[in-house]
RNA sequence: UGGGGUGUCGUCAAGCGGUAAGACACGGGCCUUUGGAGUCCGCAUUCGGAGGUUCGAAUCCUCCCACCCCAGCCA
C-alpha cells in the first residue's frame, strides 16, 4: 500500500506563491518583508506575520528583507529597532545583509514627489487638518475638491520646495496625490503624502522636516526592494488600489501584495498602542513582563521560539477574522518542554513531615530520572531524610471524593522514594491551620516498588528539608479574565477587564538542590505542578522562578465536576 | 445612498463539481513511580439562508441575511 502522505498544511498565500512561481510570474522569484514600525516591541501576532513571510520565502528558496518602516520620527526610536531586531533572531531568522529602512529612500521618495507634482498628479494644500476632514466627505458622501486643488506646477514645485526647506510651521500645508475626491474608497480622495514635521529622526536626523506618509512609503519600498509577495494585514486591502495607483504613475516594478487576517487571541490583547499603555501605565512590570503577549514577555516566561514557530504553523493563515484559544499556544509549549526540559521537584507551598520511624541525622542519595519521555537525559541524585516539605495540597484532613492523595492513615508514594502512611497531623492551636505531619514509612519500598505488590493510588513529590534551596515563584496567569478584552462596550476602558491574580508570587518554597546554580532562561518541569523558567533576575542567593504554564490537571476537573 | 472583505464542529482550519481532513478544546476507556506523558474511542447526514444548474453542489449561478474594516497631516 501506499505510505501515509503528510500534507503540510496548504494555505490561500502558499498556493498563490506556487502559482506565480509555476507561471514564472516574477522570473520564478521570491522574495518576502516583513516591514515592523520601530514603536513598540514586537508580540505573537507579529510572529505570525513574520512565520508567514519569511516562512514562505525560505519554503521557496526565495529571500527575506527586514525593513523598519520608519516614517513617523515622533512615535519612533532606536530602542524599538533594537529589541524588534533581537526578536526576530531569537525567532530563528536571518535576514544576513538584507536590512533596510524606510528612511533610506526619502531621497528617492522626494525625488518621485517632485515627478508627479511636474505630472500634474499632486498639489500642495494649504486647507488645515480639520479643513481637509471636512472636505474629505463622509463613508456614504463624496467629498469635495480642495480649492488649492488646481494650483499650478510650477507654484506646487514651488511651494513643495519651501516646505522642504522648513519655510512653513507644522500642519501648516500638505502635499496630496490628485486622485479622487468622489471616490468610494476614501483612500483615494486625495491622500496626504508629505506633512511637516520639525522632529528628530532617529536615523536620518534633522536632513529633513517633511516626512513622507505610509501610504507613500509602503508600496514604493517594496517596489525598490525588488519584492514580489508583500503579505500584509486585512486592514491594507484598502490601501491596495492607491499604492497600485502611486506605482503606475511611477511606472515602477510592481510587487503583488496579498492580506490575510492578523492573529486575535484569546484572553489577551494584540495592539501595540494597548500594550504601550499597559506598560506605560504601569499595570505590567514592562514590555517583557511575562504576562505580555510580547515575544520579549514570552520568552522571559519560558516560551521557546519552536513552540511559537509551531503556534504559528498551527493556527493557519486564512482571510477570516478569527479569535484563537489561548489553549491552543498552551498546548504547543507543553508539548515542546514535555520533550525537553529536565523534571525536578520543588514545593510550592511547604507542608513540614516527619517521617517518625526515619533516624535521624541520615540523609540517603536517592536516584530520579531526568525525564522519563527521554532516557538520554539520564539520572540524577537528590537527598532525602527524616524531615521533609511536600505540598500542602497534597494533605487533607477530611478529603473529597476522589482525592487520592495523603489522608489520616492512609499510604502514597514519595516520587523516586518511599510508601509513607500518615499517621497524624499538628495544628495551630489558634487559627486551625495545619502545620506539620507525622508519617511512617516503609522501608522495603526504596525506590518507590512494594516488594508485596501492595499498589498506592497516589506519587506525590517532596523535597528533604535540610537540602532544599529557599525559591520566589511567580505563578502567572492570563493577564485579562475577559475573554475579549478588546470588544469594549460604550464608556468601559480595556483596563477594567485586567486579571486582579495574573501574578501570584510566592516567596517560601523549597527547590531541590541541584536548582541552585540553574542558568538563567531555563525551563524545568517541576513534576506534577508544571512548566518553570529561572527568571531573568534570579541570583544564587534569591533563586526566582516564572512559571510558564501548568501541567494539564485532571483533578482540577474532577474538582469542578464535583462542585457543580 | 459609498467602497472593500468574510461566512464549513465550541475555537482554528482543509476542501477548488464526485458525496465533510486535521488540530485545540470537550466527554469517556486503557495505561501509568508525575491525577503528567502516551494510547484508544466519541464529537458537523452537514457546510449563513432560500432558490436554481447538474446524474451528483460546501464547491457553479441568482437573490437574501449576518459580521468585520475604511472618514489620522498614525502605521
Known amino acids: 500500500m501506499s505510505e501515509e502522505i503528510i500534507k503540510t498544511p496548504t494555505n490561500f498565500i502558499r498556493e498563490a506563491i506556487k502559482e506565480d512561481t509555476d507561471s514564472n510570474r516574477f522570473n520564478g522569484r521570491v522574495h ?21 513571510s519569511y516562512g514562505l520565502a525560505e519554503e521557496f528558496g526565495g529571500r527575506y528583507n527586514l525593513r523598519f518602516d520608519d516614517t513617523n520620527p515622533v512615535k519612533e526610536e532606536e530602542r524599538y529597532v533594537e529589541s524588534q531586531m533581537a526578536d526576530i533572531r531569537w525567532l530563528g531568522f536571518d535576514w544576513g545583509d538584507n536590512l533596510f529602512y524606510a528612511s533610506n529612500y526619502f531621497d528617492q521618495l522626494y525625488e518621485w514627489a517632485v515627478k508627479l507634482i511636474r505630472d500634474g498628479k499632486a498639489y500642495v494644500d494649504d486647507l488645515s487638518p480639520d479643513e481637509i476632514r471636512e472636505y474629505r466627505g463622509t463613508l456614504t458622501k463624496p467629498g469635495k475638491n480642495s480649492p488649492y486643488r488646481d494650483r499650478t506646477i510650477e507654484e506646487n514645485l514651488d ?128 514590555w517583557d513582563d511575562p504576562r505580555m503577549p510580547t515575544l520579549s514577555g514570552l520568552r522571559r516566561r519560558g516560551y521557546t521560539a519552536q513552540s511559537i514557530k509551531n503556534f504559528c504553523e ?80 497534597d494533605f487533607m484532613e477530611d478529603p473529597p471524593k476522589k482525592y487520592f492523595r495523603l489522608t489520616p492513615g492512609r499510604e502514597v508514594r514519595l516520587r523516586y522514594a518511599y510508601f509513607i502512611a500518615c499517621t497524624g497531623c499538628v495544628k495551630d492551636p489558634d487559627t486551625g491551620e495545619i502545620i506539620e505531619l507525622h508519617c511512617t514509612y516503609d522501608p522495603t519500598t526504596k525506590g518507590g516498588d512494594a516488594p508485596d505488590g501492595r499498589k498506592v493510588k497516589a506519587t506525590i513529590h517532596w523535597v528533604s528539608a535540610a537540602h532544599a534551596i529557599e525559591a520566589r515563584v511567580r505563578l502567572y496567569d492570563y493577564l485579562f479574565s475577559k475573554e475579549n478584552p478588546m470588544d469594549v462596550p460604550e464608556g468601559h ?46 541570583t544564587p542567593e534569591m533563586v526566582l522562578f516564572n512559571r510558564t504554564v501548568t501541567l494539564k490537571d485532571t483533578w482540577e476537573k474532577v474538582q469542578k465536576s464535583q462542585n457543580i
Open 32 to 52: 518576502t518583508r516583513f516591514p515592523p514600525e520601530p514603536n513598540g516591541f514586537l508580540h505573537i501576532g507579529h510572529a505570525k506575520g513574520i512565520c508567514i
Open 159 to 286: 511651494l513643495f520646495t519651501r516646505m522642504r526647506n522648513g519655510e512653513f510651521k507644522e500642519g501648516e500645508r500638505v502635499l496630496r496625490a490628485k486622485i479622487d475626491m468622489a471616490s468610494g474608497n476614501i483612500n483615494l480622495r486625495d491622500p496626504v503624502m508629505y506633512r511637516i514635521l520639525f522632529s528628530t529622526h532617529h536615523r536620518t536626523g534633522d536632513k529633513w522636516c517633511i516626512y513622507p506618509m505610509y501610504d507613500w512609503t509602503h508600496g514604493q519600498s517594496d517596489s525598490i526592494e525588488g519584492i514580489t509577495h508583500s503579505i500584509c494585514d486585512l486592514n491594507y486591502e484598502d490601501h491596495r488600489p492607491l499604492y497600485d495607483w502611486f506605482i503606475e504613475q511611477l511606472g515602477i516594478y510592481h510587487p503583488r501584495q496579498i492580506e490575510y487576517a492578523r492573529l486575535n487571541l484569546t484572553y489577551t490583547v494584540l495592539s501595540k498602542r494597548w500594550l504601550l499603555q499597559l506598560v506605560n501605565e504601569g499595570y505590567v512590570s514592562g
Open 314 to 393: 498551527r493556527i493557519g493563515v486564512a482571510k477570516r477574522e478569527s479569535m484563537i484559544d489561548i489553549a491552543l499556544l498552551e498546548h504547543c509549549i507543553r508539548e515542546e518542554l514535555n520533550k525537553k526540559a529536565p523534571r525536578v521537584m520543588g514545593v510550592l507551598r511547604p507542608l513540614k513531615v516527619i517521617i517518625d520511624n526515619y533516624p535521624e541525622g541520615v540523609t540517603e542519595e536517592l536516584e530520579a530520572i531526568n525525564n522519563p519521555e527521554d532516557p538520554s537525559m539520564g539520572t540524577r541524585k537528590i537527598p532525602f531524610s527524616k524531615v521533609l516539605y511536600i505540598e500542602k495540597d
Open 493 to 538: 476602558d480595556f483596563k477594567e477587564y485586567l486579571n486582579p491574580a495574573s501574578l501570584e508570587e510566592l516567596t517560601s518554597c523549597r527547590l531541590e538542590p541541584s536548582l541552585k546554580n540553574a542558568v538563567k532562561g531555563t525551563g524545568f518541569q517541576f513534576e506534577r505542578l508544571g512548566y518553570f523558567c529561572v527568571d531573568i533576575n534570579s
